[in-house]
């Protein structure tokens, strides 16, 4: 089964779903499809100070050099790059370290064996619309309460997109199988939408 996947490389709970996919893809033999949704699209009519505005403005900068990344090479750089950003956004906790953002996506390209002049995309508009385009797919599939990262799978009613998974720290083998199962099975029911608690933990990376 092929599996959509929007994700922004800045949200923990992406990051921490894409190690799931990643375990599901191994146990259940799907193939993901990596693309693209943003926070700062989702920020962007909120009611921001100033400070919160500015920070909102860097967030898409990460998503500029994916979508360079695809333009250049193909829709496998997006996976490897969005794994070396993860690791360095999140494991190592440079996620709010935005005053050296251009040094550690320079660093991740270099991981992924990307040319790390891509940088340079962080300043250029060129793919904005690209980003908006695949966000404005997510947000279309799964609604407009959705977030990131969102996940389309075969359904009662065909294709279905949901919000989520949120869950921490990512499952590992068949217990990655088993919440796939679940969600397969929900996707299954006809007329299912939601079902939702408070969440209870932070994102765990391991």
């Not at 799931?20 to 191994?26: A, E, F, N």
Request: net charge negative.
């Amino acid at each position: 089964m092929k599996v959509g996947f929007w994700f922004d490389p800045l949200c923990p709970w992406a990051w921490i779903s894409s190690h799931w996919l990643v375990q599901v893809q191994q146990v259940r033999g799907i193939e993901p499809c990596w693309d693209l949704m943003s926070q700062a699209i989702l920020y962007e009519d909120q009611d921001l100070t100033p400070e919160q505005r500015d920070t909102v403005r860097e967030m898409i900068k990460p998503l500029r050099v994916l979508a360079a990344a695809e333009q250049r090479y193909d829709d496998e750089a997006v996976p490897l790059l969005y794994a070396a950003l993860g690791v360095r956004f999140h494991d190592r906790g440079l996620r709010h370290r935005l005053d050296v953002l251009p040094e550690t996506v320079g660093d991740a390209l270099r991981a992924a064996g990307l040319d790390p002049a891509l940088t340079a995309a962080m300043e250029s508009t060129e793919f904005d619309g690209r980003i908006r385009r695949s966000h404005e797919e997510a947000v279309s599939r799964a609604g407009p309460d959705a977030g990131t990262p969102v996940i389309e799978v075969d359904g009662a009613d065909g294709r279905v997109a949901f919000f989520g998974p949120v869950v921490s720290p990512a499952p590992r083998g068949e217990a990655a199988g088993r919440l796939w199962d679940g969600l397969l099975l929900l996707a299954g029911t006809p007329g299912f939408s939601e079902l939702k608690r408070s969440r209870t933990q932070g994102p765990i990376f391991d």
